[in-house]
């Protein structure tokens, strides 16, 4: 089963499909601004569970936010746990820095 991921930037979301279907297997919705890329949601359909799609989704998204000089906030749970699983993206986590004032 071959996935294809694209980004579509007026939907403000990653699109997969399968085989080449129209049909959209899953999505990863994102949030952007110059400096990070927020990751809301995941969501693959029923039928494509457990085949890849969401880790193409995020694979592919997180390439790409590194190949932008993008930092990733990850809100929703599915890329979280992604990134959790795959250290080698830990370097393009957002890491908020607050200041305490005296």
């Given at each position: 089963m071959a996935?294809?991921?694209?980004?579509?930037?007026e939907a403000k979301?990653?699109?997969?499909?399968v085989?080449?279907?129209?049909?959209?297997?899953g999505?990863?919705?994102y949030?952007r601004?110059?400096?990070?890329?927020a990751?809301?949601?995941t969501?693959?359909?029923?039928?494509?569970?457990?085949r890849?799609v969401?880790?193409a989704?995020?694979?592919t998204?997180?390439d790409e936010?590194?190949?932008?000089?993008?930092l990733?906030?990850a809100?929703c749970?599915?890329?979280?746990?992604w990134?959790a699983r795959?250290p080698?993206y830990q370097?393009l986590?957002y890491?908020?820095?607050?200041?305490?004032s005296?």
């Amino acid at each position: 089963m071959a996935v294809r991921v694209s980004d579509v930037p007026e939907a403000k979301r990653y699109e997969a499909r399968v085989d080449g279907e129209s049909k959209v297997a899953g999505v990863a919705q994102y949030i952007r601004t110059a400096e990070l890329v927020a990751f809301v949601h995941t969501e693959v359909s029923p039928e494509y569970e457990g085949r890849g799609v969401g880790a193409a989704l995020a694979r592919t998204a997180l390439d790409e936010a590194r190949a932008a000089h993008l930092l990733v906030l990850a809100t929703c749970p599915f890329i979280a746990g992604w990134i959790a699983r795959h250290p080698e993206y830990q370097d393009l986590v957002y890491q908020a820095h607050s200041r305490v004032s005296d």
